[in-house]
Every structure is written in structure tokens, then in C-alpha cells.
């Protein structure tokens, strides 16, 4: 079943889920206390993108009066919770009680502040507002991609009846309660932090097939703390405990993975981590990308933060222009500048976005880290016009000099010697990363095969795709040496049978991708070759990576990565030649 939603609710989700996430480590205790940042901004009582707008100021939560305010001052706050801009502001809305501190008023921001504390405001508290004055925003949320919401229902019953759910819903005869607080963020008048507690009764005999419950210890209930946004999830979770049956939608499925996880509900977890999956490619902001890598991380799911992983290295070079860009860690950058499967146009673009990183985090990364960045980039594989150049066009070069020569000087030596002089050279690893391609996307290396406009009457199932080969011309290899050996590559997609026979090609399933040297390459002992097929949907996202086995592209992931509909994607044919 799916329900048309905009699917911007959930990265909202997700981004208090992150502010959240002190909470979620210290599930059994509460020993430490996830209080919020001096001068934090949160959008309260609203959708996804649109709210009152708090700040937290000495230990509490309060309010921004309306006076003064304009785009300026919404543009800052929207741009702080890492949305892309701001859209209206909101006035006059009576928004759920607002007990807290009137903390701003008079706000005079620029409006490229990246903090709304640090707009001129008269003082913290100083106001002569009432809380009618409250103001909201509605931030802007990225393109659309698809503006599809999914819900689904997970159904593991096989026989179960459906007393059970009448059970946990009557909670009669109910014996063993489950107390679970999320922290609000603000700080009581004693110094204590505010918790919200709601209690569950559940049933030993139900609960006692997952232990992690305790139900078995002779105690009459737990306590559990979690993140406030999980909280509305947390009986639908126990009520699948009962029924084994949840509906999961965007916003509740990170909350019921998290749970499944806490408690050992395996197939609840596997099944919820599959919906990522399909999750993944909605947001063009990538907030929600990122925010999953980070929580896989945390939660040591190793196949989700593959997962997003991936998702983030084959779509890299749209990451680099992405709100989430400059918010990404330092651990996430230096894991996707170790992959091979970076598809970026060509390696100076990779170095490039690594300067701008650096030099928008400015003063917080340490030289230390900005040189061990730096050092993950493959300067041999940077086109050699570009290495010339490096010395005025890079914005790091004057800070990093040694760095920076060093690895010119390595990319000219593989630019320049022949393998066997190269391999004679005692600083030669040839099981360095460094000498390896990415997946380049730039000319020579790559091109994409134009598709046909699909025709809703054809009987086939797939599309057609044009019968006539791209002809591919590469250097056999990166090396400049190499720079006038030629391969011919033709490329095709074959839809069925007959394209294929036409051909002599054997073809196992349909549409089918073939990329074949047109020339001999065994001449090259020295040099194999990795090629890879690219499969983009709708043109704005790259779905699967394929990798080819005599000569035709193999799909290697057995689940489809990522969803995309029949008719719409489109190949791209990568040539990756290596030294062996
Ligand atoms: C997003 O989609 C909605 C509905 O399809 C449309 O009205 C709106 O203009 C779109 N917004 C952008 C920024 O494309
Ligand atoms: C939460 O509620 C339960 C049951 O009503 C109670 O035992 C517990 O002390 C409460 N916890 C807090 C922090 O208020
Ligand atoms: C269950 O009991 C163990 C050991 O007694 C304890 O460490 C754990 O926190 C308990 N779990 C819950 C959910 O209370
Ligand atoms: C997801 O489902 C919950 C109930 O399970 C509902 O309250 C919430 O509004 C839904 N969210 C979205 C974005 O559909
Ligand atoms: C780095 O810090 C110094 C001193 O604190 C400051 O003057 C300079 O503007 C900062 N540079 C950046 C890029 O933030
Ligand atoms: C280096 O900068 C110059 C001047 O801006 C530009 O013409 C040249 O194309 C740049 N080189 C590369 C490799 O981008
Ligand atoms: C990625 O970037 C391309 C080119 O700028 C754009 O057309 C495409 O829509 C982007 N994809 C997403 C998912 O935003
Ligand atoms: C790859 O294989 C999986 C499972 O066999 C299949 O579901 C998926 O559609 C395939 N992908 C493509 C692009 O053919």
C-alpha cells in the first residue's frame, strides 16, 4: 500500500532523531543527560519543515518574539537545522502552550549568519512580548524527487490470532509494565532535566519470547529510555511483539529499527532495515542519507552503513552540491575517499571537493586531519593538464606544500616511467589504492547510451533501448604514456533474444549490457581492466553498479539496491584499466 506523502516529514524526523541520539546510547541508564547545545534552534508544534521556533539558552527551551523578524532571521534558523533556505515566516499562530522564556526579541540578523545566536538581539530575555508573539517559520525543503511516502505492513503472524491484539489493547490482566521516558531537553526549576513518562502494562507469558525484556526476572516491569521522537512509536512496537504485525511508514521505521534492535527482534529489524533501502534515494538534500549512515554507525549495523555508504559514494558528486555536504564528518569523508566505487567525473573533481570541505569547515579540522584527507586523494590518477595547474588553482597548495609535492611528484613518476621502471622504484606499492581509478565518469572513460522514448503500446516489457552500438575510444590506460595506444569499446544493450543472436552474443536475461574491446588487448599483459555499468533512474540518481564478466555487464547485487521503475533508467559503460 502506498500513501502519496511528502516525504520531507521524515528528514525532519531524522534530524531530531540525531539530536536525540545521546539518548538512544544510554538506553538501561541515565547516567548521561543528551542536554542540547547552548544557542541549539528547534522548530516545535509543527510539520515537518515548519514550526515555532525555540532556542535553548541556560538549560531551557524558549521562545523568539515576532518584532523585527523577517526572511532575514528565517533564513539563518532554517539554514542552522540544515534545510536549504527558508520559505515564509509565520505570524500570529497560536501554537501548542509555550510555558518557557521569551529568550529573543529586536533580532537583527544579515541573514548569512550560520548561528541565530549570533544575530544582534538586545539581550537573552529582554522582551516586552507575550507568547501570542511567538513566531514560526516554514523552511524550504529540497527539489522534489519523488514525493512519494510509503507505508508498509509487515506481516511475520503466520498463525497468530488476532486475540493477541485485543489482548495488548484491553491490557487486561496485564502484569508487567514498561515505564518509557524520553528527556524533553529542557531543565526543571531544581536543575533536573524534564522527562515524559508514559507507561505500557504488557504480558509476561507474550513478552517472555525476546529476553531483553526481563520478563522472566521475577520484576514486575523496566524502564526504557528513548528519544522523544520515538516515543509515539513504542506501543506499536510492543503491539507487534503480540500480533506480529506493524504498519511502518518513513518516520517510524528508523524508531522501530532502533527497538527491534534494542531488543532483539531480529526480523523486525532485518525488515525494517530493508525499507531504508528504498528510503535512501527520496532525498535529494541527503540529509537523510547521511543521518542513516551515522545512525548505522552508532547502532553497529554494518549492512545499513554499507548501505548508505555505497548510496553515498555512487552518488557522490551530487553529495558535493547537497545542503548535507559541509555537515558530513570527518570519519564519513575519509571512509568514501578510501572506495573505489566513487563514480565522480575524474579525480581532480574528488580533490576539489576535499578543498572546499576543508575550507569550509575553516578552523575545525586540525592540519593534522586536513593532511590525512588530503593523502586519500589518488594524485596519479588526476588528469595531467590538472597536476600542472595544481600549484595556482588549489586553494590548500600554499598551506600543504610538502603534501602537495610529494604527491605531484609520485603522479608524474606514474605519469611518466614505464611500469617496469615504475615497479623498480623501492617506494612503488602497486597494491597502493593510489594507482587505482575510481569510477570515472569524465571523457575518455565513459559514455552514456542514449535511450529510446518507450512506446505504452509495445507488448515488451522493457524498453528499447537503441539497437545501434556507442563506440567508445580509451587510452589503454591512465598512464600518460599510454596516451596515443587506442582501444575501441563498443557498447550495446541488447532488449531480447534476436539483438543478441544478431550479434553471436548469448544473452541470459533481458535488457542486457555488453561492452567489448574492439581490438586486441592481450598485447598489454600488464593492464586489466574493471569496467563497470552505471544504472541511473530518472536521470538523477544512481541506483546499481554492475561489473562485467567476459564482456557482458553481471548484475553482482543480488537485491535490487534501490528502487526505480522498468522504464526508467538509463545506462552509463565506465572503462577501468589497472596495472597487475
Ligand atoms: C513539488 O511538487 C509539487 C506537487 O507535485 C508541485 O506543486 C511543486 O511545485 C513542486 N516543487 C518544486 C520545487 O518543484
Ligand atoms: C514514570 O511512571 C511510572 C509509573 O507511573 C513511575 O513508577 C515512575 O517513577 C515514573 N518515572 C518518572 C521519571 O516520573
Ligand atoms: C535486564 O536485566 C539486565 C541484568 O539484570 C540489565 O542489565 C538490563 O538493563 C535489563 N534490561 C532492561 C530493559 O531493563
Ligand atoms: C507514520 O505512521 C504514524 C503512525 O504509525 C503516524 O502517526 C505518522 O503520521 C505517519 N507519518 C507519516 C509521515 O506518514
Ligand atoms: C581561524 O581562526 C582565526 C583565529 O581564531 C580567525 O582569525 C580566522 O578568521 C579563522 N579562519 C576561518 C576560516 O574561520
Ligand atoms: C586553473 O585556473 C585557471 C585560471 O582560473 C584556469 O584557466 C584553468 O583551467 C584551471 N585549471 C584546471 C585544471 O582547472
Ligand atoms: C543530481 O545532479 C543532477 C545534475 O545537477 C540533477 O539533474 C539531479 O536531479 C541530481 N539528483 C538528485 C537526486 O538530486
Ligand atoms: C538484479 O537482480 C535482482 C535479483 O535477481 C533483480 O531483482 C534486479 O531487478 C536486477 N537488477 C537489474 C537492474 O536487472
Not at 508514559?198 to 513478552?207: D, M, P
Not at 511508514?249 to 534492535?261: K, P, V
Not at 611500469?419 to 602497486?430: M, T, V, W, Y
Amino acid at each position: 500500500m502506498l500513501v502519496h506523502r511528502n516525504i520531507f516529514t521524515l528528514w525532519l524526523l531524522l534530524l531530531l532523531h540525531v539530536s536525540g541520539s545521546a539518548a538512544k546510547r544510554q538506553l538501561f541508564g541515565r547516567q548521561r543527560n543528551p542536554v542540547p547545545q547552548e544557542g541549539d534552534v528547534r522548530l516545535f508544534d509543527g510539520g515537518a519543515a515548519d514550526g515555532r521556533v525555540e532556542i535553548y539558552h541556560d538549560g531551557t527551551w524558549g521562545t523568539v518574539c515576532d518584532d523585527d523578524w523577517d526572511m532575514a532571521e528565517a533564513q539563518v534558523v532554517c539554514r542552522q537545522l540544515g534545510f536549504p533556505g527558508a520559505n515564509s515566516v509565520v505570524f500570529g499562530k497560536i501554537y501548542k502552550k509555550a510555558s518557557g522564556p521569551i529568550w529573543l526579541d529586536d533580532l537583527k540578523c544579515k541573514g548569512t549568519e550560520k548561528y541565530l545566536s549570533t544575530c544582534a538581539f538586545t539581550n537573552w530575555g529582554a522582551t516586552d512580548c507575550s507568547h501570542k508573539e511567538d513566531v514560526g517559520v516554514l523552511c524550504e525543503t529540497s527539489a522534489n524527487v519523488t514525493n512519494v511516502d510509503y507505508l508498509y505492513s509487515l506481516d511475520h503472524s503466520i498463525s497468530l490470532s488476532d486475540e493477541r491484539g485485543q489482548m495488548f489493547d484491553s491490557g487486561n490482566s496485564c502484569d508487567f509494565f514498561i515505564s518509557v521516558q524520553s528527556l524533553t531537553g529542557n531543565t526543571q526549576e531544581d536543575g533536573t532535566p524534564e522527562v515524559v513518562n508514559v507507561t505500557i502494562c504488557a504480558h509476561k507469558s507474550i513478552l517472555l519470547q525476546f529476553p531483553l525484556f526481563n520478563a522472566s526476572k521475577g520484576i514486575s516491569g523496566i524502564t526504557v529510555d528513548i528519544a522523544q521522537s520515538c516515543q509515539p512509536h513504542f506501543s506499536s512496537f510492543i503491539r507487534y511483539i503480540y500480533t506480529r504485525k506493524v504498519d511502518v511508514n518513513s518516520s517510524s521505521a528508523q524508531c522501530l529499527h532502533w527497538m527491534a534492535y534494542t531488543f532483539g527482534v531480529k526480523q523486525l529489524m532485518e525488515d525494517t532495515g530493508r525499507l531504508f533501502s528504498k528510503i535512501l534515494p527520496e532525498d535529494a538534500s541527503f540529509h537523510t542519507q547521511v543521518s542513516l549512515y551515522n545512525y548505522a554507525t552508532e547502532t553497529q549495523d554494518w549492512v545499513l552503513q554499507e548501505n548508505c555508504a555505497q548510496y553515498l559514494a555512487w552518488n557522490y558528486q551530487n553529495l558535493t552540491m547537497s545542503p548535507a555536504w559541509t555537515q558530513l564528518s570527518i570519519e564519513l569523508l575519509g571512509s568514501l575517499l578510501l572506495r573505489s566505487d566513487l563514480v565522480v567525473p575524474d579525480e581532480y573533481f574528488v580533490l576539489q571537493s576535499v578543498e572546499s570541505w576543508i575550507t569550509e569547515k575553516g578552523n575545525s579540522t586540525s592540519l593534522e586531519t586536513q593532511v590525512d584527507l588530503l593523502s586519500l586523494i589518488r594524485f596519479p590518477m588526476i588528469p595531467v593538464e590538472a597536476l600542472y595547474d595544481l600549484e595556482s588553482n588549489s586553494s590548500l597548495y600554499s598551506t600543504h606544500r610538502s603534501v602537495y609535492r610529494d604527491n605531484v611528484l609520485k603522479a608524474f613518476q606514474f605519469n611518466f616511467l614505464l611500469f617496469s621502471n615504475l615497479i623498480s622504484n623501492p617506494k612503488f606499492n602497486r597494491e597502493d589504492d593510489d594507482y587505482r581509478p575510481r569510477i570515472y565518469t569524465a571523457k575518455p572513460w565513459s559514455a552514456a547510451l542514449p535511450r529510446l522514448q518507450t512506446d505504452n503500446r509495445n507488448r515488451n516489457h522493457y524498453n528499447q533501448y537503441n539497437p545501434t552500438t556507442i563506440v567508445l575510444n580509451t587510452p589503454v590506460h591512465n598512464s600518460l604514456i599510454f596516451k596515443t595506444n587506442k582501444i575501441y569499446w563498443a557498447s550495446n544493450v541488447f532488449s531480447n533474444q534476436q539483438e543478441c543472436s544478431n550479434r553471436g552474443v548469448r544473452c541470459e536475461s533481458f535488457p542486457s549490457a555488453r561492452l567489448a574491446p574492439q581490438s586486441v588487448v592481450s598485447q598489454w599483459s600488464n593492464i586489466v581492466f574493471h569496467n563497470r555499468l552505471l544504472l541511473m533512474c530518472q536521470g538523477k540518481y544512481i541506483f546499481q553498479v554492475q561489473d562485467f564478466k567476459n564482456n557482458m555487464a553481471v548484475n553482482a547485487t543480488q537485491v535490487p539496491a534501490y528502487p526505480c521503475p522498468d522504464d526508467q533508467y538509463s545506462y552509463r559503460f565506465v572503462v577501468r584499466p589497472e596495472y597487475v
